[in-house]
């Protein structure tokens, strides 16, 4: 390991500036300052995003799409401008494919039960990675129950990448539907989803990206990937809970039937029959999470004023310098070391509970994530029950990575003296 300090490594990206945009972070926890190093989970909020939400509240607060008055159509437009931002922060075609979800769970399950559901039959198959989060994987579980399909798995090495050639095997005319996590949020493994669909679509099968750990450390452009259909959480890329964006080629989206009935999601409707409303509205039953939508819409708008790139080449500072100080600690194993990765690691440390470490760091104002992180099938490729993660954001810095080993130190030598 180098003996340069994190004071010497100083980068260029202007990390106080931005955190300066978080009020979190200025907190205590425990009377130490607030270490935040659990971004997989979570991002925080900036004020932008913060004001955007408070703002709509405060002063145009309404049901949207449905009303005449002013609060109404000023909340409507809001609403459809967040769209269009997300339209081109993923860079889909049209404003038609974007369709605002709870989540990107609830993204996958869209699909899975209005795109997969009316196609799958008994025989057929569905291939997902062993990279997983449950969120990609429960929901195909659960609509080859409903109609007999079949499940397969594409293996992992022990780095934790998929073995591209037994993926490739998989792919054959039995196969109706993939899907594949972008970014693993246990391991940080950024999976080759470009050629993984190219291989795919060479034999005219669909693929669903769950783009949850993407969109907050990479540019992410849907026709580049040439996806079909991609899932993007707001609450990890600095924006609220409880909102998504489910993205979908036009042309499926238009041949795939309404998943929730109600609102907004019709023209017509009598004792006989309904007429679906046209996209996006068709798969947008309800009120929707009109705050949400426009607070990610904030978010969007500010990940472009810090700079994408710039927040990539930031996080990939802080990966390596963090790897290096882990992988010279005594009894510090990382589990996932693949050779692409985002700004997440998973460790363990001999004779320690990963959920005791985790408390004793919060003692210390440290903020990570412990346990199987939603993905449990990786856990137990690696024969572990959970690790220890940190992952980290833009506004994180090295003098944290140097505090949270410190820590990290400290609890070793406590819980295996």
Request: charged share 25%.
């Amino acid at each position: 390991m180098s003996d340069a300090t994190a004071t010497e490594r100083k980068p260029s990206f202007e990390v106080d500036r931005w955190r300066a945009d978080f009020p979190i972070l200025d907190r205590e926890v425990h009377g130490k300052p607030l270490i935040y190093l659990d971004n997989a989970a979570t991002a925080q909020r900036p004020e932008a995003v913060i004001r955007a939400t408070d703002e709509f509240y405060r002063r145009h607060n309404a049901n949207i799409h449905r009303g005449v008055h002013t609060l109404s159509e000023e909340a409507t437009e809001a609403f459809e401008q967040a769209r269009d931002t997300m339209r081109a922060f993923i860079g889909a075609v049209s404003r038609r494919e974007v369709i605002f979800t709870r989540g990107a769970t609830e993204g996958v399950n869209l699909v899975a039960q209005a795109y997969a559901r009316p196609r799958l039959k008994p025989g057929d198959e569905i291939v997902i990675t062993h990279l997983e989060h449950h969120s990609n994987i429960v929901p195909w579980q659960l609509v080859c129950e409903q109609t007999g399909a079949r499940l397969k798995v594409a293996p992992i090495n022990r780095r934790g990448e998929v073995i591209i050639e037994a993926y490739e095997k998989l792919l054959g005319p039995q196969v109706k539907m993939v899907g594949m996590i972008h970014v693993s949020n246990a391991l940080g493994t950024i999976n080759p989803v470009r050629e993984m669909i190219a291989a795919a679509h060479a034999q005219d099968i669909p693929v669903l990206v769950d783009g949850a750990q993407a969109t907050p450390h990479m540019k992410v452009d849907v026709a580049d990937l040439d996806c079909d259909f991609y899932c993007v959480a707001g609450h990890k890329m600095f924006g609220p809970t409880g909102i998504g964006v489910l993205y979908g080629r036009e042309s499926l989206l238009d041949a795939m039937p309404p998943w929730h009935g109600g609102g907004e999601m019709i023209k017509h409707v009598t004792f006989e029959e309904t007429i679906y409303n046209d996209l996006p509205g068709k798969f947008e039953a309800g009120t929707p999470n009109i705050a949400g939508a426009i607070g990610l819409g904030a978010a969007a708008r500010y990940m472009e004023a810090v700079g994408i790139r710039e927040i990539a080449d930031h996080e990939a500072a802080l990966l390596a310098y963090a790897t290096e100080r882990l992988e010279a600690m005594d009894g510090v194993e990382i589990i996932g070391t693949a050779a692409h990765k985002a700004s997440v690691i998973s460790l363990q440390v001999a004779g320690a509970h990963p959920h005791d470490i985790g408390t004793i760091l919060d003692h210390a104002g440290i903020a990570i994530r412990t346990g199987h992180h939603c993905a449990m099938p990786v856990m137990q490729f690696f024969e572990i029950p959970g690790t220890a993660r940190l992952s980290m954001a833009f506004y994180n810095t090295f003098e944290e990575i140097d505090r949270f080993v410190a820590a990290l130190e400290k609890a070793r030598q406590l819980l295996t003296a």
